[in-house]
């Protein structure tokens, strides 16, 4: 009888902390994962621009109709942060940052040591994405991602291949988001940041900018 | 198979030891040492590790003087001196508790589930502890036994794969900080291994022969097996994050498990599976004090009932993990408390003690 109370008691502890399970759990189907997300100053305005990169799945014509947005039209805000708040408000889905490979940013951004600062801090505070995903330059991050849509797999992905391939062969050292949060704090080293070139729709590593 | 005597053999509380030191010195103190002395942390490591040894040949001392446990020995104190004891004792075993709660949920939630609700975390956590509390000493120890090399072996071969990320650069000396810091920091050391204090109760629960100078040399062993690991993980994070990155981390040795990149790149989610070293040392260092808050509560109220009090406790623990999580500057009153009353108190009251009995035998 004892052992009845207590197997009732433990029942009735488990089935009441259960409650408080699931009100704030996300659905897989009402997640998307993006690939990649690119940041962009725009050397007119100074309005830093953000989007993401969805697998290929995600891509697909149906889908994107069926869903009604855009996943890869930048939005535009005064800083990082807003851009980013202002974006996760566009889809119609949480974005869950866990699978991001690469991190793209255009000279301009990373040249401007206040706004790259500022979403190095963000990042760290928010810590939505992987301390290891790749960092990339490029001149035009859109054009990239215009490119991108011609691939047979989503840019993110076919990014890390690219930039890993080329490591091997090269010894390079890829920096990281990690890395580069690491020294907004440390200011010991120079991070070599692999720069990203277009040549008639072909993506290229074409040397690298130095932060 | 087993026996159930209530008592554990000297292997088993070396493992015991090692695991409540471990748990939370490895999460908090690289954070501490690299904001308080940088690249010099390794000194701090080691005073704190002479604080320590003194610390443990006091207490040997005091055993000595005692002949006994604590409980036993302070049977015969004056009753006064037995409740500010006990009752002191027992709050800070169970402010602790809901320290050692809160950090451990916030873990679980920040690298395993974090959307889950803290409390229903806190609650299934506080549940399986207090389960663990009931057991008695002794099944805990024949756990951490078994699970000794399973947590120890993926954890050296965790730091020598993250050898590969260690940069010779932030080695590279900085100014040097004052004296006062690196006496703060073996201090923090020090703060970090007051679980120390608990051999004083440990004789009871360990064979007649194995107690005294054999269970100081035990404890012994596990304090300086814990001090070698400080020291390469605090090397492997100082080369892999640089100090002025450790100073702001929350949790950097969890952080680094999960950057870790394994040759080969079969085992996904390796983060989580490393998540075990703190899951189960935490949990050794949240049962011991759980468990030592509910004795000393019986002992001060001097009504038995091993069970309602381990109940009362798990409550308080939670209330107040519940406080640390959603409270400002709850985490800040804890350290404060632990700096300047709790540490210091744990140094203070095995020489009270043995003062008092030695009080009431003269009278």
Redesign the interface.
Known sequence: MNKIRKLLL?LL??GG??Q??G????ELEDRSFPMLAAVKEDPETQQIGFTCVFPILRMEPDAAEESGDDPAAMEYAGDFAGAWEKYEDSLNKIADYNHLKVLLMNEDFLKDDKQYEAMLAFL?EE?SFP??TYVCITDDPEALLKAGENLNEDLGTYLEELLESHRKGNEAILP?L?DL?????????TWAIPYLALKEDTILWDGSREK | MFSNNQKISLRQTFRLFVFDFLGISTLVLPTWLAGTTGVYGFVSILLGGVFGLLYLAYLGWAMNRMQTDLFTHLSGAPAWTQKLLYGYLSASCILTSGFLAAVFTRLVRRNLIREESYALVLILLLAVAGYAVTGGIESRARVYEVLFWFILIPLFLMLLFSLKGVDPEYFRPQAAPGLMNFAKGGYMVFLCFTTLFFILLFPQYVKPESSGKRLVSCVCYAFLCTEGILLILYAVLLGTFGEGALAKMEFPAVTLMSTVQMTGGFLKRLDAIMMGIWFFTLFALLNLNLFYGAKMLEKCTEIPGNKRYAGIVLVLAFLLAMLFEYTDGMTEFFYRFFWYAGAPLYILIPAFAVFMRRKKKSE
């Open positions: 433990a502890v488990f902390a259960v408080l399970a009100c704030r759990t996300t760290q810590e301390r290891n990281t990690g949060m690491d020294e907004k704090e440390n200011r010991r080293k």
